[in-house]
């Protein structure tokens, strides 16, 4: 089988080999899907700013990399304004943070018309499409047809929100008819797959209608099959790492560091990009209630918080940083002491040895998104904690939520009940967190990234018509 698969981003590390050979990315969507790819030499098909080298075509690692020059000023509109602005925040249910432009609008149309034509030459009749995230919703559409017989598949990585909030996006009913192009459309939780369903009917009545398992589209009916696939970790990789003596080192240092033994102090942890749908404001503020609320914690819990820099052009991101900042600073200005601050704030992004020490290190982590598709860092804490030790606190509104049942879930806009939750991880006996953390470890060691590609492309590749949707995990 011959995968082409489409994505924004490419896959690339920007490095090269010994011998001068381009270098594919290391670890998550890259690493799981290239042997799929390889296995029937694929092609990955991506997108290149003009100004960034434009139209290409680069081999790397048994995979052919195709990339689509794209004038730049397109691009801003399709990428920044469009995607990253206009349908990021909304499918978040983020409306006020949404911004909607007819220009953005007509780039992101252009856009993915040039995935659907490069995609087109790339792929023969026999060959599996497989389309990802919200940046290319117009593409299975385009495709289907201009070939009515190719199988597609879409995966969406983000949330897919409830109707009335989708139909404000202005062009709603064409980035549905453009998923509906698809064989097969993929959601992280069984919760957006059925968003999904009601908006198609809902927006597009009388041309769709619900079926079991998806939704018939058109007379005579073509199925479109809808179902919930959540994204696993490399959970291997990431257990394996955390057990290396290395790793051992780092973790004793860093608590060292923190004074953690020494002063019996809790390392408490957030891992994010910096996104306004991670929730790390309220999650400082959360922290602040709880040293409000539980003073005896005072010198003794430390919140470490690292947050990757993303999208800084955007305004509300800086907006956004500069409240962040403030809170820590007055947070730790409030509390600290001359041997103790309440929050480490590191603004960068870590090696992932680095991360995974941090993971170790923390006696709890704190993962508490206002909306997320589905957070790969709850996954990643659990992963690399093989003493099965470790609290998840964990947001109710992520889709991660929907498999990790040993966490404590919270509702992230209530700022007492996240504080009260620390509060009750601290006090949590040593053999039901145990319990806890091996539950949701081999959850995630059985559900892992092969598991979802996998399962992804059997199901695409099945085309069964009237089975159920393999909505596996959903409580
Ligand atoms: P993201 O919004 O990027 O992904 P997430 O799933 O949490 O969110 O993945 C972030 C990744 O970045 C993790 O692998 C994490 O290890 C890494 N990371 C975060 N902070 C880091 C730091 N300081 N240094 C180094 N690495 C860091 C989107 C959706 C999610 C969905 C994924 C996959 O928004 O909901 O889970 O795609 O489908």
Known sequence: MRVVLLANRQPLSGRTDAAGRPQLTVGGL?????????AGSGVWIASRP?????????????????LVGVPDAEHAGYYQALANRAI???????????????????????????????????TADDDVVWVHDYHLMLVPRLLRQARPSLRIGFFLHI???????????????????????????GFHTRGYAEDFDETAVRLLHGDVRRSEGGINVGRPARRVRVGAFPIGIDARAFAREAAERQTEIAVQRLRVALRAEEEHRIV?????????????????????????AYPRWRGRFVFVQVAVPSRTRVEEYRRMKRQIDGAAG?????????????????????????????????????VTPLRDGMNLVAKEYCATRIDDDGVLILSELAGAASELHGA?????????????????ALAMPNEERHRRMAAMREHIARHDTDWWASTFLTELMSGGLHREPPALLDA
């Open 159 to 185: 949330p897919f929100p409830p109707f009335e909030v989708a139909r404000v996006f202005p062009w709603a009913r064409e980035l549905i008819a453009g998923l509906l192009g698809a064989d097969l459309v």
């Open 408 to 424: 404590l879930r919270v509702n992230p806009y209530d700022i007492e009940g996240v504080a009260q939750a620390i509060a009750q």
């Open 50 to 66: 003009e100004s960034s080298g434009g139209d290409g075509r680069i081999e790397a690692g048994g995979l052919a990399v195709r």
């Open 330 to 366: 007055r947070i730790n200005g409030t509390f600290g002491e001359a041997g103790w601050m309440p929050i480490r704030y590191l603004y960068r992004s870590l090696p992932r040895r680095e991360l995974i020490t941090y993971y170790r290190a923390a006696d709890l982590a704190l």
């Open 268 to 292: 408490a942890l957030g891992v994010d990009r910096l996104d306004y749908t991670k929730g790390i404001l309220e999650r400082l503020l959360a922290v602040e209630q709880f040293l409000t």
């Open 30 to 38: 890259v690493s799981a899907l290239v042997p799929v790819m390889s």
């Open 88 to 122: 990021w925040p909304l499918f978040h249910s983020l409306i006020p943070f949404a911004h909607f432009d007819l220009a953005a609008w007509k780039d992101y149309v252009r856009v993915n018309e040039r995935f659907a034509e490069a995609a087109l030459d790339e």
